[in-house]
C-alpha cells in the first residue's frame, strides 16, 4: 500500500443533510526504510479460492465480545468475523458496510441509517433493525460493556421499517460514524447475546466464521459461504498464530510455518533479506505511551508531568528499540494526520534531564519520588519500559516494573485500575475524536483516574457538537494542544505496522487504525 495523505473530507458516498467528517491515509513523517515494489494487480479468477493463509500476531484477543473487550486492537481479530455498521476504506473513509447510506436529521440529533438487505447472521438469524435495536442496547448495558460510554449519547433507537433505523441522540456527536466502524458498531447475533461460549465462538455476519479457536495458540477462521458481498473472494482459511516471541514469528516466516508475520523495525531487515518475501511498512494511528494515572502517585501535579516528558529520550527509544520503525512525538496523532497539530512537533519536549529535575524541584519532588510502572509483557514494550525505567532514574524516579500479561493488560490498567502508569501501545482509533474521548475525558474508558481539566472538557463538548470538518479540526487542534501543554500522558513513538508477507499473498494492505484489510487478502494460484 503506498503512503498517502490524511485530510478531513467529506463522505461523498453519504448524501447527508449536515457534513460528515472522514479522512485520508497517513503521508509519512520521513525514513523507515523502503517502500516494498508494487505488486501487479491480480485478476479474481487469479486468485486461488481453496488456499489458507497463516498470519503470526503477538497476541489473541482479550475476548470475541466485541461489547465486553477491553482492548481496541481486538478489533483485527473481530473485523473477519463481525460487520460494522460502518465500514473504513483503506483511506480512513466511512464506506457502507451493514448500512448501505446514513444521513444527518433533525440538525443533528438523529443519524438516520438504511440498512443492507438479504444478510443472515452465521448462526441463520436475520439481520435487520430489530438485531440493530437490540445489539445498541446490549452495548449500552451488558455487564462489563467497554464501549457503554461511546454509545451513551443515543438516547433511543427507532424502528422505522425492517431495514431503517434511527439513531436518537441526547446530543450532537460528529464521532459517530465512526464510532459505528469500530467495536461499538459490530453486529452480534440476537441469539448468541447469552450464550457462555460467545467470548470463544463469536457470532456475527462477517466472511469469516470462527471454526475453532484455541486461546494463546491459534483462530481458525473459515470462509462464510453466505456472505453478503460476492465481490471478495478471499482465501478459504485463516488460520491466526498467536506467537508473543517476535523472533519465533520470524523464524515461523522463514521455515514456512506461516505466510504472514508482524515484525518491529528489528527485524524489518532481515526479513527484506528472505528470498520470496516482501516487507510492508506502514504509519498507522497507534503509538507508544507512557500512560499516567493522573490521580496516582504525584501524576496529578502538570510540573511533574512535563518532567517526566524532558526525561524521556524519545529519539533513543525510536532509533535503539524500533529501529527506525516509529517517529518520536509529544501527541496522540501522527505527522500527516489532519488531526495532528504541527503546532507540537516530535522535540517540543526536548530531552533534557537538568530541565526534568529543575521541574520536580519546583513541585516540591527534589529528592524524587517512586510509583508502580505497569508494562505489557511484549519484547518492544519490555525494552521501553526498562529504557524509561532507566531515563526516569536518571532524574531521580524510581519506576518500579510489573510485567503484565498483554490479552490483560487494558483489563488491569482500564478497569481494575491496578498501577500508576502503564508503557504499552495506544491502538489507533477511526476518529480522533474516540481516541480523545476515551483516553482524557472525565468519563473515558480509559482515563483510569478520570483526571481531565475543563477546557479539555469544553473543547471535546464542541469538536463533537461541530459537523463542519473544517471547524472540527481547528478545534481537534485545540484540543492537541491542552493535552500537550498539561502533559496528560508521556508519548514517546508514533508505531509503523511492519509486517512481511510471502510473494504469493497479494491485495495486502492496512487501514489507518493499523488493521489488515482481509476484505482484499488473497493467495496467487500457483
Not at 532514574?393 to 518500579?400: L, P, R, S, Y
Request: glycine share 8%; hydrophobic share 40%; net charge negative.
Amino acid at each position: 500500500m503506498k503512503l498517502r495523505t490524511l485530510v478531513p473530507a467529506l463522505a461523498a458516498a453519504m448524501a447527508a443533510l449536515l457534513p460528515v467528517a472522514a479522512c485520508a491515509p497517513i503521508q509519512p513523517a520521513g525514513g523507515g526504510g523502503p517502500e516494498p515494489a508494487e505488486q501487479a494487480p491480480v485478476a479474481p479468477e487469479d486468485i486461488d479460492p481453496e488456499a489458507t493463509i497463516r498470519f503470526a500476531d503477538a497476541v489473541g484477543p482479550s475476548r470475541f465480545d466485541p461489547h465486553r473487550s477491553t482492548i481496541g486492537q481486538d478489533i483485527r481479530f473481530f473485523a473477519p468475523v463481525y460487520d460494522r455498521l460502518v465500514h473504513l476504506s483503506p483511506e480512513g473513509e466511512p464506506i457502507p458496510g451493514l448500512a448501505t447510506e446514513w444521513t444527518w436529521e433533525d440538525d443533528g440529533l438523529t443519524l438516520k441509517m438504511v440498512l443492507r438487505q438479504g444478510v443472515t447472521f452465521h448462526d441463520g438469524a436475520p439481520f435487520d433493525a430489530e438485531a440493530v435495536r437490540a445489539n445498541i442496547e446490549r452495548a449500552k448495558t451488558v455487564e462489563g460493556s467497554s464501549v457503554a460510554s461511546d454509545l451513551a449519547m443515543i438516547s433511543t433507537v427507532e424502528v422505522v421499517d425492517p431495514f431503517t433505523v434511527r439513531l436518537r441522540l441526547s446530543e450532537r456527536n460528529s464521532m459517530l460514524p465512526g464510532l459505528l466502524s469500530h467495536r461499538a458498531g459490530a453486529m452480534v447475533s440476537p441469539t448468541a447475546f447469552d450464550n457462555p461460549d460467545l467470548d470463544l465462538a463469536p457470532v456475527g455476519t462477517g466472511m469469516y466464521k470462527v471454526r475453532e479457536y484455541r486461546p494463546n495458540d491459534t483462530i481458525f477462521y473459515e470462509r462464510n459461504p453466505d456472505y453478503w458481498d460476492t465481490e471478495v473472494v478471499g482465501v478459504k482459511e485463516l488460520q491466526l498464530r498467536i506467537l508473543p516471541d517476535e523472533v519465533t514469528r520470524m523464524n515461523a516466516l522463514r521455515t514456512g510455518e506461516v505466510d504472514m508475520a508482524l515484525l518491529t523495525g528489528r527485524l524489518a531487515a532481515e526479513a527484506e533479506g528472505l528470498p520470496g518475501t516482501v516487507v510492508h511498512r506502514d504509519p498507522t494511528l497507534t503509538y507508544l505511551v507512557l500512560y499516567l494515572n493522573r490521580a496516582r502517585s504525584e501524576f496529578g501535579n502538570p510540573l511533574v508531568r512535563q518532567a517526566l516528558n524532558h526525561a524521556i529520550d524519545r529519539k533513543a527509544i525510536v532509533d535503539g528499540i524500533y529501529f527506525g520503525a516509529g517517529t518520536p512525538t509529544v501527541q496522540p496523532f501522527p505527522e500527516g494526520y489532519y488531526a495532528h497539530n504541527p503546532a507540537y512537533p516530535g522535540d517540543y519536549y526536548p530531552y533534557d534531564p537538568q530541565k526534568a529535575r529543575d521541574l520536580l524541584a519546583q513541585a516540591g519532588l527534589a529528592g524524587g519520588f517512586s510509583f508502580e510502572m505497569l508494562v505489557t509483557s511484549l519484547g518492544t514494550y519490555i525494552q521501553a519500559g526498562e529504557a524509561v525505567q532507566n531515563m526516569l532514574a536518571e532524574v531521580g524516579i524510581t519506576a518500579n516494573i510489573r510485567s503484565v500479561e498483554a490479552a490483560q493488560t487494558a483489563d488491569v490498567y482500564y478497569r481494575q485500575q491496578q498501577g500508576d502508569a502503564l508503557v504499552s501501545q495506544w491502538g489507533g482509533r477511526p476518529d480522533p475524536s474516540m481516541t480523545i474521548d476515551l483516553q482524557f475525558t472525565g468519563d473515558g474508558f480509559s482515563n483510569p483516574g478520570r483526571h481531565t481539566t475543563p477546557r479539555l472538557e469544553e473543547l471535546q463538548r464542541q469538536a463533537l457538537d461541530t459537523l463542519d470538518p473544517d471547524e472540527r479540526t481547528a478545534t481537534i487542534h485545540e484540543e492537541v494542544g491542552e493535552l500537550v501543554e498539561q502533559a496528560f500522558q508521556v508519548p514517546i513513538a508514533s508505531d509503523q505496522s511492519v509486517i512481511a508477507t510471502k510473494d504469493t499473498v497479494v491485495g495486502f494492505e492496512t487501514l489507518v487504525t493499523g488493521q489488515i484489510n482481509f476484505r482484499t487478502l488473497g493467495v496467487r494460484k500457483s
